[in-house]
């Protein structure tokens, strides 16, 4: 029954980041849907809609990964070519066990590395949108504080990658830090693949 959970987990999670648009959300998406969270809107991009008008110069040297693409462990962008390679190499490794287990799970990315910049960014537009500091870092961290900045840190694109490595992620050192962010994987698990109990949030720790 374990799985059943995980799968409906996996299933809100799908609906979430399909209705954020992951990346970015679309223009309008949270008042469509005052339900959701507001959304990894701060983790994964911002509103499409202020993108153009606020990004000013940030791009791809500093891991902005556009709304709507991923990019894969194999490109040669800032966003991967910048993490820890001890991240990139646990995360192709679970690739390769995926797949070698007849697993058709791609493991691309929406956020890799970003840098500090990029991830003030994220930050001012997440106390713009949650209306403090503190309750935005339910969502997003400060530049000093993110993962994402030092390269350990990676939000994956796809359900069927997060369920992997949900179930053997542990394994090969890789784990999901924080309860809300099931897309959000650290370097993490202990000698014997253990990983620490999840945080609620990013807040939490
Ligand atoms: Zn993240």
Redesign the pocket.
Known sequence: MQFHRLSLALTSATLFLALSGCSGVAAGAHQAVPAQPANGAA?HGGDVSDAAAELGDLGPDDGYIAAGERVALSDDVPAVANLDPALREALQASADAAAAAGRDAQFTLV?GWRSARYQQYLFDQAVAEYGSADQAAKWVKSPTESK?VQGE?V?LATADAMDWLNRFGGEFGLCQIYAN?PW?FELAADASGTCPPQLEDGSAG
């Open positions: 983790d956020d994402h840190a939000d962010e959000h």
